[in-house]
């Protein structure tokens, strides 16, 4: 998965499939849309290589019902 930061508070994941976005507002994350299914690693992965934490992920946002943008929604990581 490629990152890619567009604004300071706003990175771009790109998949070989699909996209989704982060947005860091205030004390939070939101995640826009979640990658195909089995996405969800690659996702927490990159932000904690933005130097972030996985944890201060409270949103997810979902743009519309296609496989390449809801594919991760239900995946959970061990706690």
Known sequence: METLTLLPNLHLFRFAVGRAYLWADGEALTLIDTGTPGSAEAV????????????????????????????????????
């Open 44 to 79: 927490l992965d990159g932000i904690e290589r933005l130097g972030d934490d996985p944890a201060r992920l409270e949103r997810i946002v979902l743009t519309h019902f296609h496989g390449d943008h809801t594919g991760s929604a239900a995946d959970r990581r061990p706690v």
